[in-house]
């Protein structure tokens, strides 16, 4: 059974950092591609981040451009978003997704058949 957990959300003041981390089991990250997407209260589902089943290309939303990294650990078999120079809007339940058949790199969450359960980020202003 493939399984998503992530951890490292919490309250942090503007300006601040975060490293979010997604743990997998069941299944090797290094065959899949990934993605982070958040969502904010009354608002949809919106993409972050994703890398390519590769690990060699990245792509991110504009509004997390040059702040955010998405990496990922193939020994720890997980998958990570660093996220500096936080801001309030930045405040979301952030998800991790996975996907082991579909493509190589996705933005769209309906590429994405497994997902964690979310991990709260606030950012205070």
């Known amino acids: 059974q493939i399984q998503l957990v992530e951890s490292g959300g919490g309250l942090v003041q503007a300006g601040g950092s975060l490293r979010l981390s997604c743990a997998a089991s069941g299944r090797a990250l290094s065959s899949s591609a990934l993605g982070w997407f958040r969502q904010a209260p009354g608002k949809e589902r919106e993409f972050v981040a994703a890398?390519?089943?590769?690990?060699?290309?990245?792509s991110y939303a504009d509004s997390v451009k040059g702040r955010f990294t998405i990496s990922r650990d193939n020994a720890e078999n997980t998958l990570y978003l660093q996220m500096n120079s936080l801001k309030p809007e930045d405040t979301a339940v952030y998800y991790c997704?996975?996907?082991?058949?579909?493509?190589?790199?996705?933005?769209?969450?309906?590429?994405?058949?497994?997902w964690g359960q979310g991990t709260q980020v606030t950012v205070s202003s």
């Open positions: 997704a996975a996907d082991w058949s579909r493509g190589f790199l996705h933005r769209d969450d309906d590429k994405y058949d497994y």
């Open positions: 890398l390519s089943r590769s690990g060699g290309i990245r």
